[in-house]
């Protein structure tokens, strides 16, 4: 029974990621429940199994996707001294995973209520999650020590939101809107030792 449950489990969580790969590759309307069905090798009926519906598949990639995100980001920041050169390998990963995501994806995203409600559940723990980073870059001297942090993430969380909101990133792109958006605002929160560490990656 043990190892039934542990079958479905990974059975899932795999149907999970490579739906929410192709979400994030094509857009999520552009994917078709029976083309996933297809290109997995298995019945619709064997996903509605597992998952309720389209959007529950959704929510359920996206929280697999964010929480071996959040892993490896640990995993860099525990392994070395230097937590900004960390932040930073893992800021590179990042971008070059960004360069693969359809900007529909994001809009879609708009559209599902239940993963506007995860988002709205996570709001906090992200304001937390970031501050305590401004406060670690802050204590090693590559963070400004006379920034208002909590505002400046509030700022950054609105202007993403509405960016998507208004379908911005449609007439550019999500790496155009890195370097000009969120570099320019990392770019300024830092000492001249951050930016020295900075200067060191091509983003």
């Known amino acids: 029974m043990a190892k039934e449950q542990k079958d479905n489990s990974n059975q899932k969580r795999y149907i999970a990621q490579f739906a929410y790969n192709e979400f994030k590759r094509k857009g999520i309307k552009a994917v078709k429940m029976d083309d996933l069905a297809s290109s997995l090798g298995i019945s619709k009926r064997t996903i509605y199994e597992l998952f309720e519906d389209k959007e529950s598949l959704l929510v359920e990639g996206l929280k697999n996707d964010l929480e071996q995100n959040k892993r490896y980001y640990n995993e860099l920041i525990n392994e070395s001294d230097s937590f900004f050169d960390s932040f930073l390998k893992w800021l590179s990963v990042n971008i070059n995973q960004i360069r693969g995501i359809n900007c529909n994806f994001l809009i879609d995203l708009t559209h599902y209520q239940k993963v506007q ?11 937390q999650e970031s501050k305590l980073l401004m406060e670690r870059g802050i204590s090693e001297g590559v963070f400004r020590n006379d920034i208002d942090y909590d505002i400046l993430i509030k700022v950054q969380e609105l202007l993403k939101q509405e960016m998507i909101n208004r379908s911005l990133v449609n007439e550019s792109n999500l790496d155009t809107y890195f370097k000009s958006v969120q570099l320019v605002i990392l770019r300024g929160v830092c000492t001249d030792k951050g930016l020295q560490i900075l200067n060191k990656y091509e983003f």
């Open 117 to 127: 409600d995860y988002f709205n559940q996570q709001k906090d723990i992200r304001h």
